[in-house]
């Protein structure tokens, strides 16, 4: 099905559009899920509810493992095999969940689907790479961002209204459905990338070659591992945001409305970003970001403390979207970064960048929601403290990327 002409290319918008439901899959697998988790362990009878975590840990563990995969077969096979072989891994992991007998068998189904998902999550990367470089890159990457950030701001309410409708395992059908529309609508209109000129057979020793100059860069490394700090504490976030919600606030069929709330923030945030890192660039951006997003989280932190630990909803929201729109900020641009010196390897190299920043996040993510103790504290000390990990990575590079990124403009 991969298409024979390379040169051609799909409208901008088109593009945006299409590579932002390839990447949404990600988002559709966890949120959508979210309003059920409460009918799925109660049909699987999970007795510690700390465990229904793992419907979204597992599947992180799949996305972690999987972009290790599919980065070596896109540079190898071209993008649209390696992207077929992703969204058909994905139709399978949802087949699972959905005739899933037991919890152990659903779980099986989660790291199936997240080992599919990783295909077209790493790849799109690899697309964008292909076409674009620098400055122009994370501009496309924040309007993909900013498309696909609508996604998880809708998920919760579609899996709420499935659930309502008809029960939690036509969620899983649905994802059936969705990965079906999205196959076709790439195989029919998104041309291949990757010239076969270009392509690197796939043997172990280009994929090491690959990986060791991946994270032998050091711009390259600091924004790897500072992505997977900052996703670790979105991760933490998404973990525990029903049980946040309904033990903390008393929301409960409300929910769906402020998970959308917050993750429009991070969309809106995308959007400008599109139009900011144009004049800023994107090692500024993510600087400020990053201070920001540890600037807010201490204010609040020092504001739990002040008040014993309760404080009203509405200042809840108004300190996360905050917070949100400097993650925002950050999700295109650390992937732009991380990406820069390494267009020669982009499959490879996003896979690598993918897999490490996504392991990351899945541990800090992982232990920080397992220490989810009723009140608001864990997450937001888990914010404050990662996104100054990720700070303090990435200040030895900065001024290296500052001299590329004005080398790039002149």
Known sequence: MSSDNSQKTLPFGEFIALLAFLMSLVAMAIDAVLPAMGQIGHAYQVENVNDLQLLVGVLFAGLAIGQLIYGPISDSAGRKPAIYLGLLTFLVGSLISVFADDYNT??????????????????????????????????????????????????????????????????????VLLTAVIFLWFALRQPETLAKEKRIPLSLRNIWRGSKETLSNPIARAYTFAAGLIFGAFVCYLSTAQLLFKDIFQVDVLFPLFFAILALFVGVASLVNGRLVMKFGMEQLATRAMQGMVTLSSGFVALLWLSGGEVPLWLFMVFTALIFACIGLLFGNMNALAMQPLGHIAGIASSVIGAVSTFVSMIFGGLIGQAYNGTLYPLFIAFALLALGALLITAPVRSAVSLEQANETK
């Open 106 to 175: 659903m779980l099986l189904g989660r790291f199936i689907q997240g080992v599919g998902v990783s295909g077209p999550k790493v790849v799109a990367v690899a697309l964008v790479r292909d076409q674009f470089q620098g400055r122009e890159m994370a501009r496309v990457m924040s309007f993909v961002m900013a498309v696909f950030i609508v996604v998880p701001a809708i998920a919760p309410s579609l899996g709420a209204g499935i659930l309502y409708i008809a029960g939690w395992r036509e969620i899983f059908s649905s994802f």
